[in-house]
């Protein structure tokens, strides 16, 4: 079992920036791929960007390339998104992910957590 727990987010004016926080725990999640996902407000969960815990290998879907950042901390168990130049359309429930290999499908990923809400005004 994995469990993953988020926070960071909150409200901020376009332009400004975030720092989202994923600490996972449970046995063996070093072997996952960490992803964060979005779900805007009637619109299907999206994929934002990943990596893998034991290589430090990232993806990133197009729209946040250059603005975005993903990294980790291994002594803390801990995943970050770092979120510049945010957009009002960057706006949504951001969750963390667990699963094995890079993909952007939500359906690939095992472990969830309850997401945390990042809202960003024009």
């Known amino acids: 079992q994995v469990q993953l727990v988020e926070s960071g987010g909150g409200l901020v004016q376009a332009g400004g920036s975030l720092r989202l926080s994923c600490e996972a725990s449970?046995?063996?999640?070093?072997?996952?791929?960490m992803a964060w996902f979005r779900q805007a407000q009637g619109k299907e969960r999206e994929f934002v960007a990943a990596?893998?815990?034991?290589?430090?290998?990232?993806s990133y879907t197009d729209s946040v390339k250059g603005r975005f950042s993903i990294s980790k901390d291994n002594a803390k168990n801990t995943v970050y998104l770092q979120m510049n130049s945010l957009k009002p359309e960057d706006t949504g429930v951001y969750s963390c992910?667990?699963?094995?290999?890079?993909?952007?499908?939500?359906?690939?990923?095992?472990?969830w957590g309850q997401g945390t809400q990042v809202t960003v005004s024009s």
């Open positions: 992910a667990a699963g094995f290999g890079f993909h952007s499908r939500p359906e690939f990923y095992t472990y």
């Open positions: 990596i893998s815990w034991s290589s430090g290998s990232t």
């Open positions: 449970g046995r063996t999640f070093s072997r996952y791929i």
